[in-house]
């Protein structure tokens, strides 16, 4: 049983590949321009980005692009990785007893693209 368990894991790790787009996955999920006003309620931060052609197309290095996410989906105890700051209770309907910051972290890549440490990241879970 544990050598067909392996085989299978073994064979889904070859076919993954094949199943990734060959875009960026933030590519696909909604995004906005800049702006909190932008965000929907109970919408939130994960990335940002600049877009040249897109949100007063600036021409210097802007993070004028929001990727956004709707936290619904997400299952009690289920994780969600958002730009510091952002909980689904930060934006009415206020439901703060739903989420907890789990981890704070930093990525050079997203949210902010900080060079240096700095705290962008927050691992959220929603806990009811």
């Known amino acids: ?63 004028n692009v929001w990727t956004i996410t709707n936290p619904a989906w997400v299952p009690v105890g289920g994780r969600l990785n958002v730009c510091a700051g952002w909980r689904p209770n930060d934006r009415p309907p206020p439901d703060s007893t739903k989420w907890s910051v789990r981890t704070i972290s930093w990525d050079p890549a997203k949210c902010g693209h900080p060079a240096t440490f700095l705290e962008n990241i927050w691992t959220i879970e929603r806990v009811r």
Not at 1 to 13: E, F, T
Not at 23 to 36: K, Y
Not at 38 to 47: C, E, L, S
């Open 1 to 63: 049983m544990k050598q067909i368990r392996l085989a299978v894991l073994a064979a889904a790790a070859l076919a993954a590949p094949l199943l990734l787009p060959a875009s960026p996955a933030s590519a696909d999920l909604p995004s906005v321009c800049a702006g909190t006003a932008n965000v929907p309620a109970g919408w939130v931060k994960i990335d940002d980005s600049w877009d040249p052609s897109r949100c007063g197309n600036p021409a210097a290095f802007t993070l």
